[in-house]
């Protein structure tokens, strides 16, 4: 094998190779149909795909393992005519074996160092496993909870995820992403997946080009910016138009905008998915409109491979798209160092010593810990050592705890709650009881077999309760480990009732019945509507999805040994109702207004607040904050200077403690309208009891940016405002003017 090329000697290759060839560069596959189990029967004889060409296929998607890609990648390049390798790819979002928070998860830390952090050691124990490229980061905007991918994501600030947007690039590639131990990452979906109509999946996407543009463009921008090697087309439409065929989205704005020069890759059949939205009448013309859109790669229908050679020489697409969207995929190939080393990482010693090593795990519990979000606390957290506590809850002594996207990781690997509490407080007055199954008798999980949804047979139901039921009547304390399953979060899981499972809030009002000092850990892939739980309870922590070492994390916090100082990256809102709920929204002619909230002529519900339950940025801790008023260093700039505004922060409490400094901005008068407030900064700071520290917070012409009525990102000359507190719900604000 030659080492690495360079653009001439890719240029010969590409000029060397037929027009087959170049085309089946363009086909991705999955790798049962490259190897001893793939025949031209069923699914490859379905998508149009012959043995000669699959034998010519540029990439495999959903294969891992060094020893088996190894095999794969020698017996492929044995039969390529020009020796080209493949590259495989592999979804490896929050983690491979060793798992951290799902991203919403992580989103809840605002620190995406260490989500940078995460991706680096996904990436490395992905690549010792042969893997090439992962699916990740999806930084798609998301504002309703009813979407079962928000898990995905880090939530519905535009600021908050384009910084972690670039977090997770730099953590898989690195400097140079033929450097040890990377991989390439793919940014997805582009674009604005995340607002599919009714929260529901794969459902189109209605948008203003201004909104597109303002809320939803900028992280995937962020994230080619940092570098990232390629990035995937969404299934929805934007006006009209499925991604996978828009000629303006993709090549205008990815493309020339953006400056993207890197590989497109379709979603999972979603080529094919232009014919069933109507916009394409059959799988040649879906063809032709993903060839011209620019999309590198076809994931899994054959379309490429079926139609483009022919497509070509009929003439009805030039062959230079072709000619392009093969050289991008050998130049990926190239920066990969493939053509040097075909096996790059992979390597069966590696996998032993790295996967899962106490390094790796470490890092896990310090991202569940960081994660997790105290909604609530009336004195009864942190737990003492020694009490007297019943754990109740199908979460008690449950492994799933990794999230459903995490499809490397294991359940066996998981340390469960019950065996997390019992190493560190294991005295005879702790009792565990299940209480209830995680779903009850009225919910069904398509899709799946038993053995998946529930971690062991359910005994029966009504024994079950009463014994939890007992057992909080016995104990000082109960804490309960509620949630959805991890099976109801995730793709094709939207949901109209996002409330914890009707079998678990049984057993909740049962419980508080009998006990009223109640903790509840939640676990969830998305913000759920927890009004009655809140309002019972007298302490909530939510977990989310938290990973490989999320028990012991757990742990750590519920006992104190970790100061909670996790900050909501998505609202939770009051009622489903309310969805797409979020704090950045925009005032209105009549707007709900303290002083105004009894005028029926106003925006608002009659039934329920406008105000969701807990806000974007909301976290409580162990510890009491004190933020002073903001002090400007002058009240007007102009566009050449800065405004520094600061505030000071007090530790108030009787313990050490992490609170984030949030600082918003509201442009009070513009060409387009505003939101109410927009994130534009925040610090982490961690202070001693009694401890006081100032914040500063440096306001440029860049922070009051914003696309203008004249379709440019500028800034205008007015008044603003200025908010600095914990929570986006902050009143604490200071005007000041741009001349």
Not at 125 to 136: D, L, N
Not at 206 to 225: C, M, N, V, W
Not at 433 to 442: E, I, K, M
Not at 504 to 533: A, K, T, W
Request: proline content about 4%.
């Amino acid at each position: 094998m030659v080492g690495k090329m360079t653009n001439q000697e890719l240029r010969s290759l590409l000029d060397e190779m037929t027009l087959e060839e170049k085309v089946n560069q363009m086909q991705q596959l999955i790798g049962a149909f490259l190897t001893d189990e793939g025949v031209v029967t069923g699914p490859m004889q379905e998508m149009g795909l012959t043995e000669e060409r699959a034998v010519l296929a540029g990439s495999v998607l959903g294969s891992y393992g060094a020893e088996k890609l190894k095999k794969m990648q020698r017996e492929f390049i044995e039969k390529h005519p020009h020796r080209i390798p493949l590259l495989f790819m592999l979804d490896v979002i929050n983690g491979f074996r060793t798992v951290f928070p799902i991203p919403l998860g992580q989103g809840a830390s605002f620190e995406p160092e260490l989500s940078e952090r995460c991706a680096a050691v996904a990436a490395k124990e992905a690549a010792v496993s042969g893997v090439h490229v992962t699916f990740a980061p999806m930084v798609d905007l998301v504002r309703d909870a009813r979407w079962g991918r928000v898990m995905e994501s880090t939530g519905e600030d535009p600021y908050l995820n384009c910084l972690f947007s670039a977090a997770m690039v730099k953590g898989f590639q690195g400097e140079d992403i033929k450097e040890p131990y990377r991989v390439a990452a793919c940014v997805k979906h582009f674009g604005g997946y995340g607002a599919a109509t009714a929260g529901r999946d794969y459902n189109t996407v209605e948008l203003s080009e201004h909104t597109l543009r303002e809320f939803y463009l900028p992280s995937y921008k962020a994230g080619i910016d940092a570098g990232a090697a390629m990035v995937m087309t969404a299934f929805n439409t934007l006006g009209g138009v499925p991604c996978s065929g828009n000629k303006w989205l993709m090549r205008d704005v990815l493309r020339g905008e953006m400056e993207f020069d890197g590989v497109l890759i379709s979603d999972w059949a979603a080529i094919e998915e232009m014919i069933y939205h109507g916009y394409c009448a059959d799988r040649r013309e879906a063809a032709v409109r993903a060839a011209e859109a620019g999309v590198d790669i076809d994931m899994m229908t054959g379309i490429y491979s079926e139609h483009l050679c022919s497509l070509v020489r009929e003439g009805k697409i030039p062959q230079k798209l072709v000619d392009e969207a093969a050289a991008r995929i050998l130049e990926l190939k190239n920066k990969l160092g493939l053509f040097e080393n075909p096996y790059k990482d992979a390597d069966e010693k590696a996998e032993k010593e790295i996967i899962l090593c106490e390094e790796h795990k470490e890092l896990a519990r310090e991202a569940a810990r960081k994660s997790f979000v105290l909604l609530k606390n009336e004195d009864i957290l942190p737990l003492e050592k020694g009490s007297k506590i019943a754990y109740i809850g199908p979460y008690a002594n449950n492994r799933h705890m990794i999230g459903s996207w995490s499809i490397i990781g294991e359940s066996k690997d998981v340390t469960t709650l019950q065996e997390a509490v019992k190493e560190y407080d294991g005295n005879a007055q702790t009792v565990f009881c299940a209480g209830s199954p995680v779903l009850g008798d009225n919910i069904k999980l398509e899709g799946f077999v038993g053995n998946e949804v529930e971690e062991a047979p359910v005994r029966d139901c009504g024994q079950m309760l009463e014994e939890a039921v007992c057992a909080a009547k016995a104990a000082d304390i109960v804490v309960m480990a509620l949630g959805e399953h991890y099976l109801q979060s995730g793709e094709a899981t939207s949901h109209a009732n996002i409330q914890v499972p009707e079998v678990q809030m049984e057993l909740f009002r049962r419980v508080c019945e009998v006990n009223e000092r109640v903790v509840v850990v939640l676990f969830s892939g998305r913000p759920l509507d927890i009004r009655e739980i809140s309002g019972k309870a007298k302490a909530v922590l939510q977990v989310w999805m938290p990973g490989t070492e999320g028990a012991r994390a757990i742990v750590d916090v519920l006992y104190g040994a970790y100061n909670p100082s996790g900050k909501l990256p998505m609202s939770f809102p009051y009622c489903v109702g309310q969805v797409p709920v979020h704090y950045n929204e925009y005032s209105t002619g009549r707007p709900c207004v303290p002083g105004k909230d009894k005028d029926r002529f106003r925006s608002k519900y009659l039934d329920i607040p406008n105000a969701p339950l807990y806000p974007f940025g909301y976290g409580l801790s162990y510890t009491r904050f004190s933020v002073s008023k903001i002090a400007l260093d002058k009240e007007c700039m102009t566009r050449d200077e800065s405004i520094r505004a600061e505030v000071k922060v007090k530790n108030i409490g009787e313990r050490k403690g992490t609170e984030t400094i949030q600082f918003y901005i509201r442009d009070v008068a513009a060409s387009v309208v505003r939101p109410v407030k927009e994130l534009k900064g925040f610090c982490k700071i961690t202070l001693e009891p009694g401890e006081e520290q100032t914040v500063s917070f440096t306001i440029d012409d860049s922070k009051l940016q914003f696309l203008t009525e004249s379709g440019r990102w500028e800034s205008e000359a007015g008044k603003f405002e200025v908010f600095a507190g914990t929570d986006s719900s902050t009143v604490n604000c200071a005007e000041f003017k741009l001349n």
